[in-house]
């Protein structure tokens, strides 16, 4: 199952710290997977509650500070990567198997995210064994205000899931490119550093079907 595991899945380990899996391809005995919740130092054994980090290289000073056996030299790449050994993981967080979780929940998102899947399969018609979620939700974690980070597996059915999506877009009720002020603000939060690119970076985003 380890050896398995692909980008969109997520792992927990033994001191309970969640790392998100980066690629389809990992060495024999850990997973390349980044760091990105950390147990709240406030929360207590009984309630654990974590805390996101977002950038990488304080992912990387968190893991040197205080878990330095995940960050691994990989002869392959010729750098440090952060990755699990097999023997750390305590949990795989499987999106697939938490969509199905979902339907049995009656949470607001719970409700919207199964309202938007089944929207898109029926615009689509991937298979539903192929279409997951990933994020917060997956972790356990989200709000009643998070995002809904969904994500389809295996290469024949997102080629058909794209373009069916692009082919009939404007169809699907509720579903917009970014535009305006909310355009702005998701190129400000994903690209912010980048200032000198942001009006090329706008165009980017407000063409994008995904």
Known sequence: ?????????????LDNLIFEVKGVVHPIDRIIAYVRYVPDIVSSESVLSFQKIYDLREREEYLKDNHSEYL?????????????????????????EHMAQIRENSSALSIATSSLVDMLLEYTDIDRRNIGVTGSQLVGVA????????????KAMCDKFYRRLR?????????????GELLNEHVTFRWGDLIM??????????????
């Open 1 to 13: 199952m380890l050896e398995n595991l692909v980008e969109g899945y997520f792992v927990k380990t």
């Open 72 to 96: 691994w030299f990989s002869e392959t790449h010729g750098r440090i990567l952060q990755a699990v050994p097999h023997e750390r993981v305590k949990q795989v967080l499987d999106p697939v």
């Open 143 to 154: 709000r009643e205000t998070s995002d809904i980070d969904l994500i389809v597996f295996g």
């Open 167 to 179: 082919e009939s877009y404007d169809e699907i009720p509720g579903i917009e490119h970014y535009q």
């Open 197 to 210: 690119y942001q009006d090329a970076l706008r165009e980017i985003e407000r063409k994008k079907i995904l």
